[in-house]
């Protein structure tokens, strides 16, 4: 990026189960309230809006005329970024790069309680010729690509058990997290299988929430916000379309996203520079395997650095701090901004029992989901 770009603005609203007190419009206002009252702006005073949504999961045809009430966007532009939060983050620090927008709003949402046939509609989204018409679900997929990845790289099913205790276990002092828990590696294991070897607790439950953050300028920033984050490098791929094409080991898509948004950041080595991690947790397998595509861990030890304490909040590499999706909840095209908010929380020192000491870099890192090969990396940091 040629200009520097930061949050200033954070707010958000969740995470829950169930919401049936609050519509999506709500989850969302209350949010857009509290980081525009953060930012010190006026939704006049922003230059442009957009939400990261999927038209499908919404319910919905051209999802963004349901945006502007909340949003303060009426009559302003505002568009749809049909992909996780952290790509419509990244389409908002291009159009600053532009120059022609100093401030943006992105925001995400889940109301996905709201959802009747969750499975059918994640189903939808298989291919209709060689995965749909075998009748299987998303979770027969994940677990197919769990069982390879598994076998692949050594890591064990004991050991994608202590991602779920310790996801769940940071949950329970996180204010916002919807899923908390004491739980054991044996809880985990005797829960009833879902696609072998994926048991049911090795599934994120989805939650209800909204985020909303607004971007900056580096001069508007620097003049409104005394304790702005950066976003140092951001990146996004899609792999192989076809589930059948893929290496079901490795997770191709969050390796060459990571790969552009470290050398944006200027970062050689990840391991020793980033100081925690928010990565997707849809399932407890992806957590091992996205840490080794990030470069976070060797192939095949994640496992074991999980199962030593490496990635807990007191180890070397404290990951989802926050409780991640396992222990926040699934919220879909919102599971990126879930994973910004514990971020900025952290790098702001502002993350109370969960805080990482002396925190300045942090990595945080989204996927969209089985069937999809497509995937988000950002780097955010305290120092300019």
Request: hydrophobic share 40%; with cysteine.
């Amino acid at each position: 990026m040629n200009e520097r770009v930061a949050i200033i603005g954070i707010g958000s609203t969740g995470f829950s189960p169930v919401s049936p007190d609050l519509s999506f419009k709500e989850l969302t206002y209350s949010a857009a309230v509290k980081a525009y009252d953060e930012a010190g702006l006026h939704p006049k005073e922003i230059d442009s809006f957009i939400t990261g949504s999927e038209d499908f999961m919404e319910g919905y045809s051209i999802f963004d005329e349901y945006i502007p009430d909340q949003m303060g966007a009426v009559l302003r532009p505002a568009h749809t970024v049909c992909a996780d939060f952290i790509q419509a983050m990244g389409v908002g620090c291009m159009m600053i790069n532009t120059g022609e927008f100093r401030t943006i709003a992105v925001e995400a949402h889940s109301k996905a309680s709201n959802v009747k046939t969750l499975d059918e509609v994640k189903a939808f989204g298989l291919d209709p010729v060689y995965l749909r018409t075998l009748k299987e679900n998303a979770e027969f997929l994940a677990g197919l690509e769990m069982r390879r990845f598994l076998e692949e790289t050594g890591n064990s099913v004991e050991q994608c058990a202590s991602v779920v205790v310790k996801n769940r276990k940071n949950a329970l002092i996180n204010p916002e997290a919807g899923h908390g828990a004491v739980l054991t590696e044996f809880d985990v294991l005797s829960s009833h299988p879902v696609s072998t070897p994926l048991k049911h607790l090795d599934a994120a439950a989805p939650s209800d929430g909204a985020i909303v953050i607004v971007l900056a300028a580096e001069e508007v920033a620097r003049s409104l916000c005394d304790n702005p984050v950066w976003i140092k490098g951001f990146s996004w791929c899609s792999a192989e379309g076809n589930f059948w094409s893929r290496d079901l080991s490795f997770a191709k898509y969050a390796s060459l996203a990571a790969k552009k948004a470290y050398a944006m950041a200027g970062i050689s080595q990840p391991s020793k520079e980033i100081d925690f991690a928010e990565v997707c947790d849809e399932y407890s397998y992806k957590e091992l395997q996205h840490l080794e595509a990030l470069g976070l861990a060797r192939r095949g030890e994640s496992g074991y650095l999980t199962e030593t304490g490496a990635t807990s909040l007191e180890g070397e590499m404290p990951v989802n701090t926050s409780g991640g999706s396992i222990g926040v909840g699934h919220t879909f095209e919102a599971s990126g901004g879930m994973k910004v908010n514990e971020a900025v929380q952290q790098l702001r020192g502002l993350a109370g029992k969960r805080q990482i000491k002396g925190a300045t870099t942090g990595l945080v890192q989204s996927w969209r989901g089985v069937p999809t090969g497509t995937g988000s990396v950002a780097i955010l940091s305290n120092e300019s």
